[in-house]
């Protein structure tokens, strides 16, 4: 054996070995990585893409929450606004009403003072009479001196 013929024997052996590996293993080995390679970088694409739409999202929502807190506060205030109203209103009926049983007493307070006087002009008339019978000591005739009677009520 001669180990120049065997180390170019083992040379022209891996020769083929290796053109045979470039030409059938190698092609699916590299596309095998190629393909792992562009789903690893698909995938951080997707992820990069996720996370800037995430990123938006949570602007969205931030934005979103804000316009809620405004509309929220607007409708307080116009809330507040309208309890104030609804009690300038309630005020106002509240005094006018007053101001209407004032009326309306002040009214029957004088009707029942207009009523006291006639009561007391009739017992003034009624008393007048008996006495002028006492002083006269004869009888006076309501209706026959009716007109004097009423001149001296209304004199009282």
């Given amino acids: 054996m001669n180990i120049n013929a065997t180390l170019i024997g083992q040379s022209i052996t891996f020769a083929v070995f290796v053109w045979f590996c470039m030409r059938y293993v190698w092609p699916p080995i590299v596309k095998a990585l190629e393909t792992r390679r562009k789903t690893i970088a698909d995938g951080l694409a997707a992820a990069e893409r996720g996370r800037h739409e995430q990123e938006l999202a949570a602007r969205r929502a931030a934005e979103t929450l804000h316009d809620a807190k405004v509309k929220a506060a607007d409708i307080i205030a116009q809330a507040e606004k309208r309890a104030a109203q609804i009690i300038d209103e309630a005020k106002a009926a509240a005094k006018a009403e007053g101001e209407r049983l004032l009326a309306a007493a002040r009214a029957e307070i004088e009707q ?41 009520a209304k004199e009282l």
């Fill in 112 to 152: 029942e003072a207009r009523r006291a006087r006639e009561q007391l002009r009739a017992q003034v008339a009624a008393l007048v009479v008996a006495g002028a019978q006492r002083v006269l000591r004869r009888e006076v005739d309501a209706k026959a001196h009716a007109e004097l009677l009423e001149s001296i």
